[in-house]
């Protein structure tokens, strides 16, 4: 099946400061990427979804200042939470999917950001 | 209401038992349907996608009833390894795609 990494796996960071996560796709072309957040013991909320070269589509309440997306190529897409909050601390899952396979998304391994 | 709603659980059964969920869904444009299953502080892998005529993979049994707006997952002759959270999501193709994850089943397997 299809490939999709996400780096960094874990950070830790202190209040305030930005991050940046990134999402690849190995060994396919993703036309969408999509981007959720899970809370402990809670399903995953879309945040945004974003199309290559072009800007994404956020979720009602999510704040597309403070979550910054860029999807400039067909294999990457980064999230950089700015100014960032112990609230923010969360697991960020980066999923991914093809045009001829829209159906279906392959999910990076996530990225827990625990921000102190 | 919720746009997916699943049965939190968790669900307790003996290894070997078989266990039925349900999920229902508000929007009836909705036209695609899939199980997702998630192990604990792991990212959803895709258990099996939803057909209207229902469909079967191995041990694992999915079924959609659009007159209800509901799908279900069977699990049959349950396995340790089973164990897991398990996600019904719904996709939206309405004027802009929109992917609706469940907040997931909780399946505990014992011995």
């Known amino acids: ?116 | 209401r919720k746009e997916v709603e699943q049965d939190p659980g968790p669900f307790n059964v003996p290894e070997g038992a078989t266990v039925a969920f349900n999920c229902t869904y508000s929007n009836s444009a909705s036209q695609s349907f899939f199980w997702y299953r998630q192990d604990c502080r792991k990212e959803p892998k895709l258990l099996m996608s939803v057909y209207s005529s229902g469909n079967e993979d191995g041990r694992f049994t999915a079924q959609l009833n659009r007159a209800s707006q509901y799908i279900s997952l069977l699990i049959r002759d349950s396995k340790l390894s089973d164990s897991a959270t398990y996600l019904c999501v719904v996709n939206s193709y309405s004027s802009a795609s929109k992917i609706i994850f469940g907040s997931g089943t909780r399946l505990s397997i014992r011995p």
């Open chain 1, 1 to 116: 099946g299809a490939v999709v990494s996400q780096h960094p796996s874990w950070v830790i960071c202190k209040s305030g400061t930005s991050v940046k996560i990134e999402c690849r796709s190995l060994d396919f072309q993703a036309t969408t990427m999509f981007w959720y957040r899970q809370f402990p013991k809670q399903s995953l909320m879309l945040m945004a979804t974003s199309n290559e070269g072009s800007k994404a589509t956020y979720e009602q309440g999510v704040e597309k200042d403070k979550f910054l997306i860029n999807h400039a190529s067909l294999t990457l897409s980064t999230l950089t939470v700015t100014s960032a909050h112990p609230e923010d601390s969360s697991f960020y899952i980066c999923s991914a999917s093809s045009s001829e396979a829209y159906n279906e998304q392959f999910f990076g391994p996530g990225t827990r950001l625990t921000v102190l």
